[in-house]
């Protein structure tokens, strides 16, 4: 995942274009593609988990919550 983010800021942060990238790293372009298009899925799915934490916060503070155990477990 380190070299996903690595080629993420360098591409969205640096502006360094996909082919540069993959020179610095010794890999094709196509590897490059795939790093970001990864990472860049895996940042969303962090996200949304984020938001679905903070929801489900939100309606155990206002005791909104099923009397379930497995509503926090997806």
Not at 27 to 50: A, C, E, H, P, W
Request: charge should be negative; charged fraction near 20%; hydrophobic fraction near 40%.
């Amino acid at each position: 995942m380190q070299h996903m983010a690595v080629a993420y800021l360098l591409n969205e942060e640096l502006h360094y274009n996909q082919a540069d990238i993959a020179k610095l790293m010794r890999v094709s372009q196509g590897t490059i593609s795939n790093m970001i298009r990864d990472f860049k899925y895996q940042m969303q799915l962090q996200n949304l988990q984020k938001e679905l934490d903070n929801a489900r916060q939100i309606l155990a503070e206002n005791n909104l919550l099923p009397d379930n155990s497995n509503f926090f477990n997806g």
